[in-house]
């Protein structure tokens, strides 16, 4: 696994770039990752980022664009407002979470 | 040197307008052929590709009000189902398996077919009706889903896809 430096810190990512190690995140992090892709975090931002982290550790696996509109309460339309195009890939990267394996 | 120079960054083509396009024509209106559209065209709205669906054909009752919630799967003529082929018309084995489908896909958290329009709506797609198939039904606008952006003919879709991908289910 190679490992990259985030916010002056040496963290772990798989050969795109997404953390692999659940621990090594933390919101400063988060910020740092949402920089990197252009995303300017707000409450919202964040809100949904704390549901992914809670959820993967819930569950143990990243949730899908519709687990987070039907369980964490933020509908699809706006999942795409704020991570646009590809909000299921940008929000787990950002939450320093593998990409969701779920179909839907 | 700033914290982000040595990031190893994934590629969300952000700064690519790739103007991918796809167009799904869903052609029939049992429940398990409802699902791939739905699926393949939820995932490429995830990925970014504009998409546009064509219900036409039997496809149109999963666009029709009083429909899109009764549609059932049958074993008849299906070798996968893996019925014997002797038991798959008898009475009763539709909605058994119609039930049974719906059991597995509720547990797999795939959400049912009304459902899985508005998700599919909310994330962009585009929703089209097949004017021939209206006419043929004797159906019209109020009859079917709200999310339908319009009844259009076939030249009017084929006019709208122009360079997309394209996927006839």
């Known amino acids: ?104 | 040197m700033t914290a982000t120079q040595d990031m190893l960054v994934p590629s969300f083509d952000d700064e690519v307008e790739t103007g991918r396009k796809l167009a799904i024509i869903i052609s029939k209106g049992s429940l398990d052929m409802a699902y791939p559209g739905l699926i393949l065209g939820n995932a490429a709205l995830g990925e970014g590709v504009e998409v546009e669906l064509f219900f036409t054909f039997w496809g149109f009752d999963i666009i029709t009000k009083g429909r899109m919630e009764h549609l059932k799967f049958s074993p008849v003529g299906n070798p996968a189902a893996h019925i014997p082929a002797a038991l798959a018309p008898i009475p009763g084995m539709t909605s058994m398996a119609t039930h049974m489908m719906h059991k597995s896909l509720e547990e797999l958290e795939i959400p049912d077919v009304p459902e899985f329009l508005e998700l599919v709506k909310a994330s962009g797609a585009r929703i089209w009706a097949c004017r021939l198939s209206a006419d043929m039904n004797h159906l019209s606008a109020d009859d079917l889903w709200d999310g339908v952006d319009g009844i259009i003919n076939a030249s009017d879709f084929i006019e709208m896809t122009d360079g997309a991908q394209l996927l006839f289910i």
Not at chain 1, 14 to 24: A, C, I, S
Not at chain 1, 42 to 50: C, L, P, S
């Open chain 1, 1 to 104: 696994m190679p490992t990259t430096t985030i916010n002056g810190h040496d963290v772990t990512v798989d050969d795109e770039g997404f953390m692999t190690v659940y621990d090594e995140w933390d919101e400063d992090t988060g910020k740092a990752l949402a920089e990197a892709i252009g995303v300017d975090m707000t409450d919202e931002h964040w809100q949904v980022i704390r549901f992914l982290r809670n959820d993967f550790k819930d569950q143990g696996a990243t949730p899908t664009i519709r687990r987070v509109s039907t369980a964490g309460g933020v509908d699809t339309k706006k999942l795409f407002q704020l991570f646009p195009k590809k909000p299921a890939k940008k929000m787990a990267y950002i939450a320093g979470l593998p990409k969701p394996a779920g179909c839907v």
